[in-house]
């Protein structure tokens, strides 16, 4: 049974042999029985396009060309319901070996320049036991659609042209059909090359006239005129005289001998009229726009805007062949998919040499998505990165569940190798230790300026929810009170050391916004109730009394106002001492007792030394002041 349907499937696949027609008008010669001054264009039917449109023009000839290339060196494989690839799936072997006679590239290759010259394109696959077998080709120019009258109901079936000339109606299912939309019908697509058939004719007219410009030395040099009127056959005798000078490529320059009473009268082109290069190239633009791709592709070096080709492969691959190939996906996914159950057919980019470069966008994309919470399952479908499933994976992480690299508390002794039970100075320093830190030069925390990645959370979280004031506790060199300023907050920033909060001043007069820093203690701030819609706080309030600073932070906060903390819940030493001051379930009963709602709490115990020989029980939370709604 194969063996008879190939035999038809081949013959259909054959090119039409041409009658000798040498007598005849050639397919592309233009009769002149056309009214004067009317331009006249080849009529660009399904047939011509399907057997003459890869030949009609070296532009369209390239452009189709670049586009098969690109699209058809893509591979394509079949993925489970969880998005990973069945290597040994049967289909996967039937789409890269489809039939005896083509590979899996050469379909893709008809289908492609099938799609871009017709604007449809036809597989009929061979089904055995519901399943696909071998998948062949067919021409568009042999098959039409019928149009079905019956309510409900699509085609009626397809009217094909047999080998022998015949015509026969087969059932609706017969082939998959692929097109590019004809807005005017929706049973038959339309392609590019109709849309460029003008643009394409005018293209060979150009070089036809420049092809006999040049066999006539490029321009009709004038006329010989007589005074006498010639009888026939002395006009004859001159035209073969002047002829044989004329056409002589090797007399061309010659002097010439006009016999009496004859004249030479000038009649020369003028260079616009004989502008042949303008003409091609606004040719060549229209139909790379026809097959949307840039003009570069085609030759046209000036029009690039591209700085090398890997820039233009690139962009040939997004604005062209993928969308064509999502098409064409979403068709194979209709017609042949369901067969087999719950799969999905897919192309694979990731050897794409001209995509590559995307890879390092998708890894900061990731990154953006996942400091927003986002699953990494979720990112690496979504931006298909290809990773392997991995425990945990699942699972979304707020942005203040981020816990930043080394630390950011105050100056400790150097402890590294200390010898067990040496005494130790405590992290909870008293304002006195926090003004030696800052007196002399600044401490490692306080030189850069760059902001904290909480901080730029928070910012973000309090624009969302139209917050206007912010206070921050512990601002240290205020590289974080002036990124709020920057972003348009309003600004009061504390610090106990007088020799921090004139640091603050400094970088605050050179990043040009206006700040209020005082000098103040967390545990008795010097503001009114309710003053702040927000408070930020990063690794300092482990160092005073929280059973007196927290209350002060929720008195200062209006109703329903946000609270970002982040302390050291204990330290311990490189030389064994170990220093607590408050365990994750003390801290969120005490903030709980505060009348503050744990929007978010994170807490994560170091497991290394840092370089200045301590490791930290870190606990970061985002409360929010209990009260009525605004």
């Known amino acids: 049974m194969l063996e008879t349907l190939r035999a038809r499937l081949a013959l259909a696949v054959l090119p039409r042999q041409k009658a000798d027609n040498r007598n005849g008008p050639s397919p592309f010669q233009i009769i002149s029985t056309q009214p004067a001054n009317i331009p006249v264009y080849s009529d660009m039917t399904v047939r011509k396009s399907t057997r003459e449109g890869y030949k009609l023009s070296v532009y369209v000839y390239r452009a189709v060309r670049t586009i098969i290339q690109a699209a058809s060196a893509v591979p394509w494989v079949v993925l489970d319901d969880k998005g990973e690839q069945i290597e040994d799936h049967p289909l996967t072997e039937v789409l890269k070996n489809p039939n005896p006679v083509f590979s899996g590239q050469d379909m893709i290759e008809f289908l492609i320049g099938h799609l871009e010259l017709v604007g449809n394109a036809l597989w009929q696959p061979i089904i055995v036991g519901n399943k696909v077998k071998e998948i062949w080709p067919v021409m568009p120019d042999l098959v039409q659609p019928i149009p079905s009258d019956v309510p409900g109901e699509w085609l009626k079936g397809w009217q094909v042209t047999e080998a022998n000339g015949r015509l026969q109606i087969v059932e609706p299912n017969r082939f998959i059909h692929f097109m590019q939309i004809d807005p005017g019908n929706p049973y038959w697509g339309m392609g590019p090359l109709l849309a460029a058939a003008r643009t394409i004719d005018t293209d060979n007219e150009a070089q036809d006239t420049q092809k006999i410009s040049m066999q006539n030395r490029a321009t009709p040099d004038g006329v010989f005129t007589h005074e006498d009127i010639l009888t026939l056959e002395q006009f004859e005798e001159a035209r073969r005289q002047i002829r044989e000078q004329y056409l002589a490529k090797n007399r061309r320059r010659e002097p010439w001998v006009l016999g009496a009473g004859t004249k030479w009268n000038q009649m020369s082109l003028t260079p616009v009229e004989m502008d042949f290069i303008a003409s091609r190239l606004a040719n060549l633009r229209g139909i790379a726009a026809a097959f949307g791709i840039d003009p570069w592709w085609l030759g046209d070096k000036s029009a690039s805007t591209y700085n090398n080709v890997e820039e233009a492969r690139k962009a040939l691959y997004e604005v062209v062949v993928l969308p064509m190939l999502d098409d064409i996906k979403a068709t194979l996914n209709l017609r042949i998919a369901p067969m087999y159950g719950n799969i999905v057919i897919a192309y694979d980019t990731s050897k794409v040499a001209a995509l590559r470069a995307d890879y390092s966008k998708k890894v900061e994309q990731a990154k953006s998505l996942w400091s927003m919470g986002v699953p990494f399952d979720k990112i690496n479908s979504r931006l298909e990165m290809g990773f392997e499933?991995?425990?945990?994976?699942?699972?979304?992480?707020?942005?203040?569940?981020?816990?930043?690299?080394?630390?950011s508390g105050p100056i400790a002794p150097a402890v590294e190798g200390a010898a067990a039970g040496e005494p130790i100075e405590s992290k909870t320093l008293t304002p006195r230790d926090w003004e030696e830190a800052y007196s002399d030069d600044p401490p490692h925390w306080a030189v850069d300026l760059t902001p904290s990645l909480f901080a730029q959370e928070f910012a973000q979280e309090m624009a969302d929810r139209k917050l206007k004031s912010v206070l921050e506790i512990g601002c240290g060199n205020g590289r974080d009170s002036i990124f709020f300023a920057r972003a348009?907050?309003?600004?009061?920033?504390?610090?106990?050391?007088?020799?921090?909060?004139?640091?603050?001043?400094?970088?605050?007069?050179?990043?040009?916004?206006?700040?209020?820093?005082?000098?103040?203690?967390?545990?008795?701030?010097?503001?009114?109730?309710?003053?702040?819609?927000?408070?930020?706080?990063?690794?300092?309030?482990?160092?005073?009394?929280?059973?007196?600073?927290?209350?002060?932070v929720n008195r200062v906060l209006a109703d329903n106002g946000l609270a970002f903390v982040y302390i050291y819940g204990d330290t311990e030493f490189a030389n064994g001492q170990r220093e607590e001051v408050i365990t994750a379930d003390k801290y969120l009963e005490l903030v709980k007792a505060l009348n503050f709602i744990v929007l978010d709490f994170y807490s994560e115990q170091e497991t290394q030394f840092d370089e200045f020989g301590e490791k930290h029980l870190i606990l970061v939370s985002l409360l929010q002041k209990a009260g009525e709604p605004k």
């Open 488 to 552: 348009g907050f309003k600004v009061t920033a504390i610090d106990v050391a007088p020799s921090a909060i004139k640091l603050a001043e400094e970088n605050t007069k050179e990043a040009e916004v206006t700040i209020d820093f005082q000098v103040a203690n967390a545990e008795k701030l010097p503001f009114k109730d309710g003053e702040f819609d927000a408070m930020f706080s990063l690794s300092v309030l482990h160092a005073t009394k929280l059973s007196k600073s927290l209350p002060e």
């Open 389 to 407: 499933e991995f425990p945990g994976w699942d699972v979304g992480y707020l942005p203040f569940t981020l816990a930043p690299a080394g630390t």
